[in-house]
């Protein structure tokens, strides 16, 4: 009946709301410590890192299509090199520990979810409409492109994955702002709230995490339209320098759900991959690529949380503005 239509429009336009969560970084800084991996690491190191490292693509494809004629030393090598190039990207925001042996766990599982939001980006920034991208746990991953908005400032795509959920991609241009003040206006709750606030309910950093890379826990309860139950996510979240300059903030929902229990008021939404990559552009610009990997749980299927995402492309300019707005006027107060 008509209360049924309603409710179907609701799921596909709520289903892109997700899109564009991105939750708050914690005002306290902390400080940046470098890490010194072995110049020489021991052949077991690279035996406990085959699994994750292999696959990640830094620009380098030829890499993996000769890796068959290569000889033992060689592929040793080339994982050496990996490794050091991994740490390179992950030093401005990694810890010093203190043996200074090996890369930790936890950096090579922060390392693995920035080549893979790297890797998304670089697929869609390519105009192509198919090729492979690197999931989060480093296996490739055949994608199809389906390109959703391309103007002036402002680009979306959406990514479909063979039996996964789709990937949400959108790039935009903000003017007149820096790289801080679009990190402030994203990651302060508080700045958050006064130009994003509509897409939260609850917005909270629940816990800060002692490791090698700047981590927190942040929960977020997000609005449903209509009689449609609200989402909630727990994530964990880093913060990591890229080789650019630039910065990325990267998510993923929590398997441990003990510091926010789930409840019957809310469905658990599950966030596989999640972030932002933000840098500048030749002319100045400030680029924000956020990509999100999301299934909202409950009964809303795939392709419905796909349509919300086709839907949710005439909202990405007016966010973008909006965000440009906020960092000049905060700009304005403080001269």
């Known amino acids: 009946g008509q209360a049924s239509r ?16 991105q939750l708050p970084w914690p005002s306290k800084s902390s400080s940046t410590i470098i890490i010194e991996p072995d110049p020489e690491p021991e052949l077991s190191a690279y035996e406990e890192l085959e699994s994750g490292l292999l696959n990640i693509s830094d620009g380098e494809d030829d ?16 994982k050496s090199s990996k490794v050091s190039r991994q740490s390179s990207r992950l030093e401005k925001a990694a810890s010093k520990t203190t043996s200074g042996s090996t890369l930790s766990p936890e950096t090579i599982e922060v390392s693995q979810r920035l080549e893979s939001l790297l890797s998304i980006k670089k697929l869609c920034h390519s105009g192509k409409t198919s090729g492979s991208a690197t999931s989060k746990d480093c296996k490739s991953m055949d994608v199809e492109v389906e390109t959703l908005l391309q103007v002036a400032g402002a680009q979306m795509w959406l990514c479909h994955v063979k039996d996964g ?10 003017e007149g702002v820096t790289v801080t003040e679009v990190v402030e206006a994203l990651h302060n709750p508080e700045e958050r709230l006064r130009w994003d606030g509509g897409n939260f309910r609850t917005f909270e950093v629940v816990s800060a995490v002692n490791g090698p890379v700047q981590q927190d ?32 903030i990267l998510l993923q929902s929590r398997l441990d759900n003990s510091l926010r229990p789930e409840t019957s008021q ?11 990559l933000i840098c500048v ?16 749980g409950g009964s809303i299927p795939a392709w419905v949380q796909s349509q919300g995402r086709r839907l949710a492309k005439s ?16 700009r304005q107060r403080k001269d």
């Open 315 to 330: 909202k990405l300019l007016p966010w973008a503005r909006k965000l440009e707005s906020h960092c000049q006027a905060v």
């Open 281 to 296: 552009t030749s002319d100045g610009s400030v680029e924000i690529t956020a990509v999100s990997q999301t299934n909202l």
């Open 6 to 21: 309603f409710r179907s429009l609701g799921l596909l336009c709520w289903g892109g709301c997700l899109k564009r969560l």
């Open 217 to 248: 826990i942040v929960y977020c309860v997000m609005p449903a339209p209509g009689m449609l139950t609200d989402r909630d996510v727990l994530q964990d979240r880093w913060k990591v320098s890229l080789d650019d300059g630039g910065l990325a």
């Open 266 to 276: 809310r469905i658990r939404a599950f966030t596989h991959v999640s972030g932002y």
């Open 165 to 174: 959920i789709d990937i949400g991609c959108s790039t935009v241009l903000v």
């Open 63 to 78: 890499f993996f299509d000769a890796r068959s004629e290569m000889s033992e030393n060689d592929r040793l090598a080339s």
